[in-house]
C-alpha cells in the first residue's frame, strides 16, 4: 500500500502452514522464517514509512493548518465537517483543499503553516529516528521525562500547542511558529487481545509471543516524541534545555 519495497511475503507459504491441532488452528512450525517476514516487514513499514519523520510532520502540518482554519473561520465547520456537508453535499479532499487555499492568507500562522506543507518549506526535525532520539538527549531520565511530559499534555485537546506555549514562555529567545512538537506512534505486532495466535513446535503448541518476543517489541518506544524547528538558534536553545532536563 505504501509502494515501499522492505520485504517480501510468501503469502502462499503462509497461508498452506495453517493447521489444526487438537481443535484449534494453529501455524505449522515450518512456517517460522515466514511469520519472521512478517513480523519484520510490518514493523520495518512503522519505523520506515508510517513514522518517517517526513510522514509524521506533513500530517501534523495539515492537522494544524485545518484545525486552526475552522476554529478561525467558523464557516469551515458547517461547509466540511457536519453530517449534512459529508452525506448530502458530498464534501470530500477536493473540497478540503479548496477551503485551505481560500483562507490560506487570513493570517500570517495559517500563512507560514501552509508555506510549510504545500511549497515544502519543511523546518528541521532534532532527530529523525529513535536512535537519534537516544543520542542527541543523553541522558535516559532525561528521555524519559520528555516522553512522559509530551504524553501529559497529548491527552488533553490541544494539549500539543499548550506544550508549545508554555515552552516558549520558559524559554527566552523562542517565539510562536518556531518549533512544532509532533508524535509517532509505534504499535508492536501483536495479536487482537482474546485471539491468540498459536505455532506448533513438533507436538507442542506455542503462543505467538513466546517466540517472537525480541521481534515484536524491537524497538523500546510506543511513542516518540518530534521537535521540528525553524533554525539553528531555536535548535541550540532546544537541545540544551532537553539536555539539562528544564525544558519548563
Known amino acids: 500500500m505504501s509502494g515501499a519495497e522492505l520485504i517480501a511475503i510468501d503469502a502462499e507459504r503462509l497461508i498452506s502452514a495453517y493447521t489444526i491441532h487438537n481443535g484449534t488452528l494453529a501455524f505449522s512450525g515450518k512456517a517460522l522464517s515466514t511469520i519472521g517476514n512478517l513480523i519484520y516487514g510490518r514493523n520495518a513499514l512503522y519505523f520506515w514509512v508510517y513514522n518517517h519523520h517526513i510522514t509524521v510532520y506533513t500530517d501534523f502540518l495539515f492537522r494544524r493548518l485545518i484545525k486552526y482554519l475552522i476554529n478561525t473561520v467558523p464557516e469551515g465547520r458547517e461547509e466540511l465537517f457536519t453530517y449534512e456537508s459529508i452525506a448530502e453535499k458530498l464534501a470530500d479532499d477536493y473540497d478540503l483543499i479548496t477551503f485551505v487555499r481560500k483562507y490560506m492568507s487570513i493570517d500570517d500562522y495559517a500563512r507560514d503553516l501552509y508555506n510549510q506543507l504545500f511549497n515544502r518549506a519543511f523546518y528541521k526535525s532534532l532527530w529523525k529516528t529513535p536512535f537519534e532520539f537516544e543520542a542527541i538527549i543523553k541522558d535516559p531520565a532525561h528521555q524519559d521525562a520528555f516522553i512522559r511530559l509530551v504524553g501529559q499534555f497529548r491527552k488533553e485537546e490541544d494539549g500539543l500547542e499548550e506544550l508549545e506555549r508554555r515552552i516558549i514562555e520558559a ?62 538558534q531555536v535548535r541550540n536553545i532546544l537541545i540544551n534545555r532537553l539536555n539539562e532536563g528544564r525544558l519548563l
Open 171 to 232: 524559554n527566552n529567545g523562542l517565539t510562536k511558529g518556531d518549533f512544532y512538537i509532533a508524535v509517532a506512534d509505534f504499535k508492536p505486532f501483536v495479536p487482537v487481545a482474546g485471539k491468540a495466535v498459536y505455532i506448533m513446535l513438533g507436538d507442542k503448541r506455542k503462543r505467538f509471543q513466546e517466540i517472537f518476543q525480541e521481534s515484536i517489541y524491537q524497538n523500546p518506544f510506543r511513542e516518540i516524541p518530534y521537535i521540528f524547528v525553524k533554525n539553528d
